[in-house]
């Protein structure tokens, strides 16, 4: 059986459209969710070469080992294996990019939408096999192995990550000098998504039997009951207690756009010991004297 009926595109060729219809298909709908979500970065203390690198990666690593087998395919079994290895990899392809404009167009069972995308997709196969004109549009469609990181990249709190943070005594960061000042120890421990009543006795006081260690940390220090944070978003409501500034959903909940702190104000007389969860607004040295692995920033 003849399956194109044309003469087979060399290799290279073929692993181009695979890396534009993966990016288009997988890497932009993943890198979208992550641009419009920064903070996840944030919370697995990426750098900004981390950040800059996971665009590159997720566009060119998976394509190009799929590229890989098929011309390995080819090898074994000629050129109708590899074609046919193209045409079965860009069918599924073609599926996950129909997937949402079919349930965009009111399809929402799963069990209607998957077989209408493997349909489509399929056809989208067969057209790449027999037409000229769709592996052309295959070929123009490869840019998008550029366009979808350069996206990524533009998304506003990205390029905030790709800023390197000021460093202390540059300018923008002042830590205090001159003659030593008490050093006083000061603990600030901010509880997050934990309701107030929760933490009471009947009395309205940390419940001791509970709570034993906030209850002594409430006697021992100032506990003012009564406040409560700017925003119910931990990203803005932290910085803003750190800072005294009220939060601006445009700055990310890092020292680069939030330079003065309660951080910046200690780190001359204090040794800081710092521990957050999805904020970065601590980056001397010794905060974080050690650098994660990497598997606990991926």
Known sequence: MDL??????PVWRSALHLLGLWSVAVAQPLLDLLGKN?????????????????????????????????????????????????????????????????????????????????????????????????????????????????????????RRLLSPPPQPGTGEVSLRSGSPRPSSPVLLVVIDETPLLS????????????????AQLARDGVWFRNATAVSDDTRWAVPAILSARYPDPSLMPTQADYPHSLFTQLAGSHRLRVAESITRLCRFEACNPERPPFVERA
Do not use: C
């Open 4 to 9: 194109g009926g044309t003469r087979p595109d």
């Open 38 to 158: 920064p903070t996840f970065f944030i919370a697995h203390r990426a750098d900004p070469f981390d950040v800059a690198a996971l665009p590159a990666a997720l566009v060119l690593v998976v394509p190009a080992a799929l590229a890989a087998a098929i011309w390995a395919a080819g090898l074994l079994g000629g050129p109708r294996v590899r074609r046919f290895a193209v045409a079965a990899t860009v069918s599924l392809l073609a599926a996950a990019i129909v997937m949402l404009p079919v349930k965009q167009a009111g399809v929402q069972t799963w069990i209607v939408a998957m077989p209408l995308a493997a349909a489509l997709g399929l056809a989208a196969g067969w057209a790449y096999l027999r037409s000229a004109a769709a592996r052309t549009f295959a070929t123009v469609l490869s840019v998008a192995v550029l366009v979808v990181p350069a996206v990524f990249l533009a998304q506003p709190g990205i």
């Open 199 to 214: 933490l009471l006795d009947a009395e309205g006081l940390i419940d001791s039997t509970l709570y034993p260690n906030l």
